[in-house]
T-cell receptor, first 114, second 113 residues
Framework: DTAVSQTPKYLVTQMGNDKSIKCEQN?????MYWYKQDSKKFLKIMFS???????INETVPNRFSPKSPDKAHLNLHINSLELGDSAVYFC?????????????FGEGSWLTVV | AQSVSQHNHHVILSEAASLELGCNYS??????LFWYVQYPGQHLQLLLK??????LVKGIKGFEAEFIKSKFSFNLRKPSVQWSDTAEYFC???????????FGDGTTLTVKP
């Protein structure tokens, strides 16, 4: 069983479209994250949720809207996609962000905006 | 602001060579430190971690790292690399109530057969 699963794995779309990436974790963790990895492999935190509550929003444009219906799910919706949004988006989870635990990553969603 | 610096952006080694990747962090309090590895086309996975206790920690696949508090460092080492160690290596830091882990910019390791 995959601990952190995200779909779709690959997504090619045109500028201006709206798209969503779904994420689920079956580890019973309290905290979930979205990270963005650009073409230079730099990994940046976008959002951090603890028990469905947003605790970190790292100056991400408001075109990106995360939603956490329960603590096992954290979806990412992106409006009006731009070329610069092309990246790999990793969902992740940890037992509790407040304890500084190990992060478990999903397999990534490769987004290409054309 | 808290940060993690990885000094080597790209390291190229021959098989059997020894490896040391540098990592320094910036934070004045107690930290948890990690090394994650990302094999080509895959997601990040934990290589090893330091929370407390023995500053020399051992991870998977023969990797180890040493926490030196006075130098704010957590360097990754392996005595003899293999071609299969070719990957991206990320150092990361977190601390109680941080709300997130802070990652370094990564080091690309290429091992030539």
């Amino acid at each position: 069983d995959t601990a952190v699963s995200q779909t779709p794995k690959y997504l090619v779309t045109q500028m201006g479209n709206d798209k969503s990436i779904k994420c689920e974790q079956n580890l019973g963790h309290d905290t979930m994250y979205w990270y963005k990895q650009d073409s230079k492999k730099f990994l940046k935190i976008m959002f951090s949720y603890n028990n469905k509550e947003l605790i970190i929003n790292e100056t991400v444009p408001n075109r990106f809207s995360p939603k956490s219906p329960d603590k096992a799910h954290l979806n990412l919706h992106i409006n009006s996609l731009e070329l610069g949004d092309s990246a790999v988006y990793f969902c992740a989870s940890s037992q509790s962000v407040y304890s500084g635990n190990t992060i478990y990553f999903g397999e990534g969603s490769w987004l290409t905006v054309v | 602001a808290q940060s993690v610096s990885q000094h080597n952006h790209h390291v190229i080694l021959s098989e059997a060579a020894s490896l040391e990747l540098g990592c320094n962090y910036s934070y004045g309090g107690t930290v948890n430190l990690f090394w994650y590895v990302q094999y080509p086309g895959q997601h990040l996975q934990l290589l090893l971690k330091y929370f407390s206790g023995d500053p020399l920690v051992k991870g998977i696949k023969g990797f180890e790292a040493e926490f030196i508090k006075s130098k704010f460092s957590f360097n990754l080492r392996k005595p003899s690399v293999q071609w299969s160690d070719t990957a991206e290596y990320f150092c990361a830091m977190t601390y109680t109530n941080a709300g997130k882990s802070t990652f370094g910019d990564g080091t690309t390791l290429t091992v030539k057969p």
